[in-house]
């Protein structure tokens, strides 16, 4: 079992809010990237870590997940009171509000894809990005949501795990588990167009699935790692951060990073740090809230005020904090109520 006093509520609220800063220069209209982008040279930014960090800690909490649920129902039942209860409701909310930053000749309700946004996205794979005529004159254009592209590699992912539901209290499993970490680090890095079409179909790109796999499947292999001395897991922190460091000097860090950032974000989550570790007490999980509402709140921003990117980034930051922790208080705790449903059904 994992220890609730840990840090892993600090991190994803910490990797929601990265996401955020990246957002802020992509949506204001900004010539460069992110601080982190221009400083190693386009190799990585704020959003590269918020977003792999995310699929990092995925893979750890929903493999461990899996060795502990009591079926297939019971396991995809938790996921999807995870994901959809406050996916819905965003969606219903950007449908709903979106007359206010209407621009066209044709009546909103006559917009046809007004009709299709909700019921594409909520299938996750095919997702509508726009609604015609809302925030076409940002320096963005045509996109409402831009976060939720990750939202059907996340379920992908959680697709990929369940397949070892019956394999998961064999031995064998840890051997599937590390080959599927090295499958995925070869093809993102020496193929990742393979099988590109096969994927296509499925409005999935092969690239973004592979290296989003390697970071998932990298989780799930840092749960076998059982590091008793505190002294030993420091020492592994430092060595890592400089590994990481010297790779983004050396330009090497696609080679290093699927190794690095799994080492780092899993033992600093597994810590348990004063103060950080009470942040889920204290506010709740409310990094997905953050995830999915940053985006359309700063195109919305931009669309009455035409802001800067530092102003945006000012004003949207606490106004996604507010909507995440509506999100999680509101919706997202009171589904997941519900999570044990199936489990009991089972020992009924």
């Keep these: 079992m994992i220890s609730r006093s840990n840090n892993f509520d600090f991190l994803r609220l910490v990797f929601a809010s990265l996401v955020i800063i990246t957002h802020s220069y992509a949506l204001s209209g900004a010539p460069q990237g992110d601080p982190l982008s221009q400083l190693t040279n386009g190799q990585m930014e704020f959003s590269y870590l918020g977003v792999h960090g ?36 965003v969606l219903f909310l950007t449908v709903l509000l979106a007359p206010a930053v209407y621009e066209s000749s044709v009546p909103y309700l006559q917009n046809k894809s007004v009709y299709t946004y909700i019921p594409q996205n909520l299938t996750l794979f095919f997702r509508q990005k726009g609604i015609d005529g809302v925030f076409e004159s940002n320096p963005y254009k045509n996109s409402i949501n831009g976060s939720l592209w990750t939202i059907c590699y996340e379920f992908s992912m959680y697709v990929m795990v369940s397949l070892l539901f019956f394999i998961r209290k064999k031995k064998i499993v840890k051997t599937v588990v590390i080959l599927l970490f090295i499958s995925s680090y070869i093809l993102s890095i020496f ?74 974000v899993i033992l600093i989550g597994k810590s348990s740090t004063r103060y950080l570790n009470k942040v889920g007490d204290t506010i709740g999980d409310t990094s997905y809230g953050i995830y999915i509402y940053s985006f359309p709140i700063q195109q919305a921003l931009m669309y009455f005020y035409k802001l800067n990117t530092l102003p945006l980034l000012i004003f949207s930051l606490p106004l996604s904090l507010l909507f995440g922790y509506i999100s999680w208080h509101l919706i997202e705790k009171k589904a997941l109520g519900y999570k044990d449903l199936f489990a009991k059904k089972a020992i009924q």
């Design 54 to 89: 995310f699929f990092i800690i995925s893979g750890y909490l929903i493999f461990k997940s899996l060795l502990r649920c009591k079926g297939l129902s019971d396991f995809y039942w938790k996921r999807l009171l995870r994901l959809f209860p406050a996916l819905i409701v």
């Design 191 to 264: 193929q990742p167009y393979f099988l590109h079409g096969l994927f296509m179909k499925m409005a999935l790109g092969s690239n973004h699935f592979y290296n989003l796999m390697c970071f998932f499947a990298g989780g799930m292999v840092l749960t076998y790692l059982d590091i008793k001395n505190k002294r030993t897991e420091n020492i592994i922190i430092i060595l890592s951060f400089i590994v990481l460091i010297v790779s983004l000097y050396l330009n090497i860090f696609k080679y290093t990073c699927y190794i690095t950032l799994p080492l780092l």
